[in-house]
């Protein structure tokens, strides 16, 4: 078993800023993948961002490319979501996610999650 639990989620202005962050604990952690997914008001999940614990190898969704940067701290045990140059659009709930299947952006590969954080992004 992982668990997971996310903070850092508010209100922010277009074109600010916020940190996402994902405490990880349970199981040996080194063989994961840690993801960040978001789900705004009556869409679909979808995913953002995702990172290897062992090596920090990381992929993207288009839409946060330049903009958004994941992380992670070993030693803490934590995965960051760097958020800048916020808009209306990034408006959801985020959730951090484990999986070990590897590299991945497809949603139903992950087996742990967050409760979720919300962040809203005024115009």
């Known amino acids: 078993q992982v668990q997971l639990v996310e903070s850092g989620g508010g209100l922010v202005q277009g074109g600010g800023s916020l940190r996402l962050s994902c405490a990880a604990s349970?199981?040996?952690?080194?063989?994961?993948?840690m993801g960040w997914f978001r789900q705004a008001p009556g869409k679909e999940r979808e995913f953002v961002a995702a990172?290897?614990?062992?090596?920090?190898?990381?992929i993207k969704a288009n839409s946060v490319k330049g903009r958004f940067t994941i992380s992670r701290d070993t030693a803490k045990n934590t995965v960051y979501l760097q958020m800048n140059s916020l808009k209306p659009e990034d408006t959801a709930v985020y959730y951090c996610a484990a999986s070990h299947y590897g590299l991945t952006n497809k949603g139903n590969e992950y087996e742990y999650w967050g409760q979720g954080t919300q962040v809203t992004v005024s115009s």
């Open positions: 349970g199981r040996p952690l080194s063989s994961l993948v």
């Open positions: 990172i290897t614990w062992s090596f920090g190898t990381t």
